[in-house]
Structures are given as C-alpha cells and as structure tokens.
C-alpha cells in the first residue's frame, strides 16, 4: 500500500501519479485510526490531461474506494484533492 494523502483535515492535493497503459488501481479513503471512515469525508480522484486536472469521481464514507484505469495505449496520470472539510481523512493506494 502506498500513501498518496496523509490524514488530516486541511486542503490538499497528493503528488501525481501514473498508471502504466492497460493498468489499474484501487484508491481508498483511510483514517488515522484504522476504523470506519468518518461521515462527511470527502476526496475527489482528477486526471490529468496535459497541464490541466479534470474531476472524475468523488470518495465518501458510503463509497470509500474506487478502481481507476490506465488508458489502454497510454500512461495516465492522476492525483486525489481534499477540501478543508474539517473531517479527518487520507487517500492510500491499495
């Protein structure tokens, strides 16, 4: 498991990362305890497409992990974005 957002509850956006052409990912929220995630923990997965970000889907408490796919040709490039909610989460990619 890799970390791409640690715990915490102020804006943020993780490094990019890239998954290889034809590959796949599981990206999931996490806590700092381990338990269940909080309610109204929220972080959006973008793909980036030459310089600019576009939102693709948003993690919560009732969908906390999600599969995203490389293109099949290319290497895609992603990154996971928090909002200062107030609400403790992260991201780890499984």
Not at 49 to 66: H, K, N, Q
Not at 71 to 84: G, I, S
Request: proline share 3%; aromatic share 6%; net charge neutral.
């Amino acid at each position: 498991m890799a970390e791409l957002l640690p715990v915490d509850t102020s804006s943020a956006s993780s490094a990019d990362f890239t998954i290889a052409a034809g590959g796949s990912a599981i990206v999931a929220l996490k806590n700092a305890t381990g338990s269940s995630i909080a309610l109204g923990a929220s972080v959006d997965i973008e793909l980036k497409i030459g310089s600019l970000y576009f939102f693709v889907y948003t993690m919560t408490r009732s969908s906390p992990a999600r599969i995203i796919q490389g293109d099949a040709l290319a290497a895609t490039t992603w990154r996971v974005t928090r909002a200062a909610t107030g609400v403790p989460s992260g991201v780890q990619q499984l």
